[in-house]
């Protein structure tokens, strides 16, 4: 006896309603998102083979070449602000709301406080340019001339303040304090990364990581 042939019926998914959700979705990022500023003092890392990575938030990175030019940043925007309105109480440097804004946007800085706000009126195309920041004192035993010092000491204060003021956010999960990197050109000789953990220690912050390119193991 013959099986008898059932009819398929044609098949159809009207896909308007998610392309619609996902231009919505794609205008909405765009419009809500910052673009990222050219970093303004690139240097070659040395290789090593270790995997471990780096945070990508809560994390301040001392970045040093070009014969020990040192700049300084913080991965989160809301730390750098902060720190820039506690740098500038204590330099006596005023700052207006579009100078705040822009540092916000800046992975790194590298001029003395007396000299920021020059760079911060500066197309940011200008400001990555070689030899418009000279980098950050360090050479110095007064901390207060030791601008590194205070950067790293206000950044971490910075840091903590934020996490307090977010312990009510039942949300909220502490990332700890602020960690500390350098980021050193391969090239860069051994005084100038010396002054930088000195000025680290000075501070009684001895533990800190090191970033590094990473290269395969030799078999």
Known sequence: MGKAKIKRASTSIDMTAMCD?????????VLTSTAKQPEAFEVDTPASTTKDKLPDSNVAIITVGDNGKIFFGTTDRDVRIKTLEKMSSRYGVAFSQQDYDQFGLMENVGTPMKGIKQVLAMDASKRVEPGIQTGIPVDSTE????????????????????????????????PGPLKIAIKADAAEKFPSISAIIETLRNQKQNKFSFITGLRAEDK
């Open 143 to 174: 901390t207060l001339s030791n601008e590194l010092y205070q950067w790293v000491q206000t950044a971490r204060l910075a840091a903590a303040e934020l996490n307090k003021e977010k312990e009510s956010n039942k949300d909220f999960v502490d």
């Open 21 to 29: 959700v996902s231009f919505l979705l794609l205008t909405f990022f």
